[in-house]
């Protein structure tokens, strides 16, 4: 049971233009949400959160919104640059802060020049 | 922010022999975590580290193939006993301020 989910696999965006991200989560009990960015053979690093209790955040270029109802969020990256290509994941956690995380599949975003 | 050191950064290991992954933390941490990437698929719980205590796993995780040892507040390990093909894997530990930070992973491959 996929409880965090990305449902595209890949995404390939003009450098310059905006990147949006897309997540869908099934728990309720889920509080807290994060993205990450992830070169091959780095870890996970972290990029901006939400709290449940708003549903914008925005940290430069970086923006996450978040809709409860319909238990979605995206992450939007304006302006797209080629450095943004990595894979991104959508991460929720049901605890205050990033306790134990649950994560999506994951989304591949190449920047094109 | 914290600063993650994991060792070794990959291996390659025969089958029915047994890795141990250390994870060292630049700062206390009341909580470490262990995820297990597994090629093509997402980040997975295996267990939650807590120093003076038992570390708690996840289902479909047990003690005996992932026991965990958390001696203080900076430092975890992990080793994953008897190892076949399927444990081919990245292994990854984090600790939990606000924002949960991860070391650079552990790309183990089981021959």
């Known amino acids: 049971d996929q409880q965090v989910k990305q449902n595209s696999p890949s995404l390939s965006v003009q450098e310059g233009r905006i990147s949006i991200l897309n997540c869908d989560y099934t728990?309720?009990?889920?509080?807290?949400f994060l993205w990450y960015k992830k070169y091959p053979a780095e870890g996970p690093t972290f990029l901006i959160s939400?709290?449940?209790?708003?549903d914008k955040n925005e940290d430069g270029r970086f923006t996450v919104f978040l809709n409860k109802s319909a238990k979605h969020l995206s992450l939007h990256i304006v302006p797209s640059q080629p450095g943004d290509s990595a894979v991104y994941f959508c991460?929720?956690?049901?605890?205050?802060?990033?306790?134990?995380?649950?994560f999506g599949q994951g989304t591949r975003l190449t920047i094109n020049p | 922010s914290a600063v993650i050191s994991q060792k070794p950064s990959r291996d390659i290991c025969q089958r029915g022999t047994s890795l141990t992954i250390q994870c060292q933390v630049d700062?206390?941490?009341?909580?470490m975590f262990w995820y297990r990437q597994q090629p093509g698929q997402s980040l997975t719980l295996i267990a939650t580290?807590?120093?003076?205590?038992?570390?708690?796993?996840e289902s479909g995780f047990v003690i005996d193939k992932f026991p965990i040892s958390r001696p203080n507040l900076t430092f975890s390990t992990l080793t994953v006993s008897n190892m076949s093909p399927e444990d081919s894997s990245i292994y990854l530990c984090?600790?939990?301020?606000?924002?949960?930070?991860f070391g650079q992973g552990t790309r183990l491959t089981v021959v």
């Open positions: 991460a929720a956690s049901a605890k205050s802060g990033a306790q134990k995380l649950v």
């Open positions: 728990n309720s009990m889920f509080d807290y």
């Open positions: 939400i709290s449940s209790i708003k």
């Open positions: 700062s206390q941490v009341t909580m």
């Open positions: 580290a807590n120093q003076g205590s038992e570390a708690t796993y």
């Open positions: 984090s600790s939990s301020h606000t924002e949960a930070f």
